[in-house]
C-alpha cells in the first residue's frame, strides 16, 4: 500500500486509530478524520516519528454529518495529491434507549452519524475515484445491523443501513473497478463497549464460539485486506468478524 492515499473518519481513538496506524506501517499516506482536534495530533505527533521520509500524515477536523466540510477536505486531499485510493467509513457512536423512552435527537444523531455520515463520505469520494477508474471503499457496520439488539433501534437502523448503502453503491461504482465493501463488527474491546455492564459482557462472550473478545487489530487486518489488491475481486459484502457470534 505505499504511497496509497487513504481517508479514514472516526479516526481518533479505537478500530479508526488501529486501522490508521496499520495502513502507516505499510507506508500509506493517511488521513484521519474526526472531530477531536487534540487526539488527532497526538496521533500525528506519535506516528510522525516513524514516518518513511515519502509519507504524509494528515488530519482533519470535522463531523462527517456535515457534507460541505467532508467535501473540502476531499477537495483539498485531490489538489495535492491527486487521488484517493481507499475511504474508511468508520465513524459511528451508539446512543442507546429503549424504543419507548428514546428521544428523537437519540435517533437523529445516531442515523445522521453513522449512515449519513457514510452516504456523506461516500458521495464525496466517488466522483473523484470514477474519474480515476480504481478505488476501495470500506464502510463499518455492525453485526447489530444484521441481528438487532435491546435498546438499539437507532444504532442497528444505522448500521443494517449501511449494508444497503454498501450493496447498492457496489452495483453503481463496479465497473469503474471501485470496490464497495462492509465490514461487520462483532464484540471488539474500544472505548464504545468498555462500559457495559459485566453480565452483559459475560452474556456476549458466552456466544462467541472463539471464546474471546475481537481486538482492534482484528478488525483492521480485515480492513487492510479489502482495501489491498488481493480483495480486488470482492465488491458488494458485508464480512463478519466476530469471532463465530453469529453464524
Ligand atoms: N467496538 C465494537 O465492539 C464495535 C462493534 C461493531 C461495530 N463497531 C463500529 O466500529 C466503528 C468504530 O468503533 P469504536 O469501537 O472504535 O468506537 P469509538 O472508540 O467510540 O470511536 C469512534 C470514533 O468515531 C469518531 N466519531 C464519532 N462521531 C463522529 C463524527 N460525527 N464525525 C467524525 N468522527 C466521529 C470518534 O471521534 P471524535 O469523537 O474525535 O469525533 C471516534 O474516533 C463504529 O462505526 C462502530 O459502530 C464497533
Known amino acids: 500500500m505505499k504511497n496509497k492515499n487513504i481517508i479514514i473518519t472516526g479516526a481518533s481513538q479505537g478500530i479508526g486509530e488501529t486501522i490508521s496506524e496499520k495502513f502507516f506501517n505499510n507506508y500509506s499516506n493517511i488521513f484521519l478524520i474526526s472531530r477531536n482536534k487534540d487526539k488527532l495530533e497526538k496521533i500525528k505527533k506519535r506516528l510522525s516519528d516513524k514516518k518513511d521520509s515519502t509519507q504524509t500524515i494528515s488530519y482533519f477536523v470535522a463531523s462527517v454529518e456535515n457534507y460541505n466540510d467532508i467535501s473540502n477536505i476531499v477537495k483539498t486531499i485531490i489538489s495535492k495529491f491527486k487521488h484517493i485510493d481507499v475511504l474508511i467509513n468508520n465513524a459511528g457512536i451508539t446512543d442507546d434507549n429503549l424504543i419507548v423512552k428514546m428521544k428523537e435527537k437519540q435517533w437523529d444523531q445516531v442515523i445522521n452519524t453513522n449512515l449519513k455520515g457514510t452516504y456523506n ?117 458485508t464480512i463478519n468478524i466476530d469471532g463465530g457470534m453469529v453464524v
Do not use: H, W
Open 121 to 237: 463520505c461516500c458521495k464525496a469520494v466517488s466522483k473523484y475515484m470514477i474519474k480515476q477508474k480504481s478505488g476501495k471503499i470500506i464502510n463499518i457496520s455492525s453485526i447489530i445491523g444484521e441481528i438487532g439488539n435491546k435498546g438499539q433501534v437507532n444504532y442497528a437502523a444505522s448500521k443494517a443501513g449501511i449494508v444497503g448503502l454498501t450493496k447498492s453503491l457496489s452495483k453503481e461504482l463496479g465497473s469503474r473497478n471501485i470496490n464497495v465493501n462492509a465490514i461487520n463488527p462483532g464484540f471488539i474491546k474500544t472505548k464504545m463497549t468498555e462500559n457495559l455492564d459485566k453480565d452483559k459482557n459475560l452474556d456476549f462472550l458466552n456466544k462467541i464460539p472463539l471464546n474471546r473478545f475481537g481486538t482492534v487489530e482484528d478488525v483492521s487486518n480485515l480492513a487492510y485486506f479489502l482495501a489491498s489488491k488481493d480483495s480486488d475481486y470482492i465488491t458488494g459484502q
